[in-house]
C-alpha cells in the first residue's frame, strides 16, 4: 500500500532553495529583508513543489484570524451570492478573507454557526437580517469584534446595520399596483416564522393594502422557505382554484413570480390582461421572462461593498468603534411588462 503524500514543508522549500530553513521563513514575510534575487529563487522553489504557508502560528502571536465570518439563509439564492461576492471582493483588498455559513432559514442553525465562528476568533462577523434566536444575540453583544447585520433595518440592532425596509419595498410594490388600478390584489409567501424578511414583505403588503381601505385578506403561504418557481407555481394555482378573483399578485421573490406566471399561461390567463405579477429581487429571470417582471432591486451586491467598507473602516480605525453605523442602501422599483 502506498503511504499517503505528505505537504511540502518550509525545509522541503529551504533544500531546493538551497539557504537556510530560517531564510525561508523570513523570505515569505511581506515584510522581507532578504536578498532580492535571494528571495526570488525561494518563492520560485515555493512554487514549484507546491508550498503553502502556513499562517497559523503568525495568525496566533500577531492575534489576528485573517477573516472576517458571515451568514446567509441560502448559497442558491442569487441575491444572496451577489450580497457575497461584493462583501468578499472588499475585504480581500484589506487582505481579508471569508469564512461563510448557509443557514437554510433556520434561526437555531444561525445561533450554531455564530458560536463555531466565534471559537476561531474572526476579526468581524456579517449576518444576514436582525432577527436571531436570545443566544445568538447574547453570544454577538459580546463578541467585543465589528458586528454587521445586512438585509433589514432591524429596529433594536445589535451592532452597524446595511440594509432596507423589506416592508416599505413591498409597500412601494402595492401602491405602484394600486396606482395603476388594480384592486383585488393577492401575496404570495413563504412562513412567516422561517424568513424575517418575507414577513416583513408581507406586513408591507397588508399595510398597503389597509392604508389604501383595500381588502389584504388574500395572503397565500407557499411553504416553507426558500420558495422558488416551484412553490410560486403551486400557490398561484391553489389561489386560482379558490376563486380569489385577484387582479394582481404579488410575490416574494422573483422566482415565485416566475413560478406563478407559468401557472398562469398553463391556466390560460394572459399576463398582465387576466392578472398583473409583481416579485422582489431583479433576478436575471426577471429581466428575460415573457411578459418582463415587474420587480424590486434591493442592490445586493451594494450591500455587501457597503458592509466590506464598515468592516475594514472600523478594524483599521478609520471608523470608530463606539459609533453604531445604519447605513440604508435605497431599494428600486423596476416596473416590467407584468403590470
Not at 463555531?116 to 468581524?124: H, S
Not at 445586493?300 to 463606539?322: C, K, N, Q, S
Amino acid at each position: 500500500m502506498r503511504e499517503p503524500r505528505k505537504a511540502p514543508t518550509m525545509a522541503d522549500v529551504a533544500r531546493v532553495a538551497g539557504v537556510s530553513a530560517m531564510t525561508v521563513s523570513r523570505a515569505l514575510k511581506s515584510t522581507s529583508s532578504v536578498n532580492p534575487d535571494t528571495r526570488k529563487a525561494i518563492l520560485e522553489a515555493a512554487e514549484a513543489i507546491g508550498y503553502v504557508l502556513d499562517g497559523t502560528a503568525s495568525s496566533f502571536r500577531l492575534q489576528r484570524s485573517g477573516f472576517v465570518a458571515a451568514t446567509i439563509p441560502s448559497i442558491d439564492n442569487a441575491n444572496f451570492a451577489a450580497t457575497v461576492g461584493a462583501l468578499t471582493e472588499g475585504l480581500k483588498a484589506a487582505g481579508l478573507e471569508v469564512l461563510l455559513g448557509a443557514t437554510n432559514y433556520d434561526l437555531a442553525e444561525e445561533e450554531r454557526l455564530i458560536e463555531q465562528f466565534l471559537r476561531r476568533r474572526p476579526e468581524a462577523i456579517v449576518v444576514t437580517g436582525g432577527s436571531h434566536t436570545d443566544r445568538a444575540r447574547r453570544m454577538l453583544e459580546q463578541a467585543a469584534i465589528p458586528l454587521v447585520e445586512t438585509w433589514d433595518l432591524p429596529a433594536e440592532p445589535i451592532g452597524h446595520v446595511v440594509g432596507f425596509s423589506n416592508a416599505a419595498a413591498i409597500r412601494t410594490m402595492v401602491d405602484h399596483f394600486a396606482d395603476a388600478g388594480y384592486r383585488d390584489i393577492a401575496f404570495i409567501g413563504g412562513e412567516a416564522a422561517r424568513d424575517s424578511r418575507g414577513h416583513d414583505r408581507r406586513q408591507g403588503f397588508v399595510e398597503a393594502m389597509t392604508a389604501r381601505g383595500l381588502d389584504a385578506g388574500r395572503l397565500i403561504d407557499a411553504g416553507p422557505p426558500p420558495i422558488s418557481v416551484r412553490e410560486g407555481a403551486l400557490a398561484m394555482r391553489a389561489l386560482i382554484e379558490r376563486g380569489l378573483g385577484a387582479q394582481a399578485v404579488i410575490c416574494v421573490s422573483d422566482l415565485a413570480a416566475f413560478g406563478a406566471l407559468t401557472e398562469c399561461q398553463r391556466q390560460g390567463l394572459a399576463v398582465p390582461r387576466d392578472v398583473a405579477i409583481g416579485g422582489f429581487g431583479a433576478y436575471e429571470i426577471a429581466a428575460y421572462s415573457v411578459p418582463t417582471l415587474t420587480t424590486i432591486d434591493a442592490r445586493a451586491a451594494e450591500i455587501g461593498a457597503e458592509a466590506a467598507r464598515l468592516v475594514t473602516g472600523l478594524l483599521d480605525g478609520r471608523i470608530e468603534r463606539t459609533e453604531r453605523l445604519r447605513i440604508e442602501v435605497p431599494y428600486r422599483l423596476l416596473i416590467g411588462q407584468s403590470s
